[in-house]
């Protein structure tokens, strides 16, 4: 129990000692009693405290104490988890549904480069918006939207190879005049789609003004 038995666990090879700050990733143990050791401050810290250090853009990893194994993943993933149980939800039920029907699918070694990619130019595009505001934010969002809605298709084989989004729908004959009533209708749920996500885009937008002013 006590603070000195720490450092000799045999993980000590695996930490940042003798590194640059910022050029290793700082080792972190987690304990039996799931407490978390961040070997470079040698104080036990929270999950609140690898989220800011996230936020930070500090880079580490968590080892289990007791055998080694790298256990980063599963930690990052509960600290989502704690963001999105209080109050920060940013996955949305669609979305979650999504990631969850691709397991076990045939394409789900895909989702993840997809993913990353994704983000990667997520996180591009909302750089160039804090700096320069040049593009509105709500079309770049729309492109992000769009990208993801076509791959998700086309990995899940709603959408035709090579044509990302398209759906059987399309390569039908267009409607004759007896079909106009149906296709207004579906005209208006259109709108009103729209309309939804317009509201979501506002609302994304605002919390990126308030980051920005912080």
């Known amino acids: 129990m006590a603070n000195a038995s720490l450092p000799s666990d045999g993980l000590s090879g695996n930490g940042a000692a003798g590194a640059a700050p910022g050029v290793e990733p700082v080792v972190i ?3 039996a009693n799931r407490r978390l050791y961040n070997t470079e401050t040698s104080s036990y810290i929270t999950l609140d405290h690898l989220a800011t250090m996230t936020r930070e853009g500090r880079d580490f990893q968590v080892f289990d104490a007791r055998t080694g194994e790298d256990i980063t993943r599963s930690v990052l993933t509960q600290i989502v988890m704690e963001e999105e149980s209080g109050g920060q939800t940013m996955l949305p039920v669609p979305f979650l549904r999504q990631i969850i029907a691709m397991y076990g699918d045939s394409m789900q070694s895909m989702v993840p480069h997809y993913l990353e990619a994704s983000m990667a130019a997520f996180s591009e595009n909302q750089n160039k918006f804090r700096s320069a505001a ?4 709500e ?10 809605q076509a791959a ?8 035709k ?21 149906k296709a207004a209708a579906k ?25 920005a002013k912080d």
Do not use: C, W
């Open 29 to 31: 143990k987690k304990y």
């Open 134 to 137: 040049i593009k509105p934010f």
């Open 139 to 148: 079309e770049l969002t729309k492109q992000n939207m769009a990208l993801f």
């Open 152 to 159: 998700t298709a086309m990995l899940t084989g709603a959408a």
């Open 161 to 181: 190879p090579g044509r990302p989004g398209a759906t059987a729908a399309a390569d039908k004959p267009m409607p004759g005049k007896h079909t106009a009533a």
């Open 187 to 211: 005209g208006s749920a259109g709108d009103d789609e729209l309309a939804q996500v317009k509201a979501q885009l506002a609302a994304l937008q605002a919390k990126l003004d308030t980051l």
